[in-house]
């Protein structure tokens, strides 16, 4: 059913109808907004993996605060 998936003309297809649907003058707006959406969850998703890092490699008898 989906074997071809996704070919060039149905992402132009789609691009126009991005375009027409939110207009050109707020879609730079929005790609920011995106942009810095996506850096803040990759910021996060890193801190939360350090966290994990650091509390698996503290022993309870090592004189790590907790």
């Known amino acids: 059913m989906l074997r071809n998936g996704l070919e060039p003309w149905h992402l132009l297809v789609l691009a126009i109808v991005i375009i027409?649907?939110?207009?050109?003058?707020k879609l730079p707006d929005t790609a920011r907004a995106l942009g810095k959406s996506m850096r803040i969850l990759k910021s996060e998703a890193k801190a939360m993996k350090d966290d994990e890092g650091a509390a698996v490699h503290s022993a309870p008898g090592d004189g790590a605060v907790r």
């Open 20 to 25: 027409v649907l939110f207009g050109s003058k």
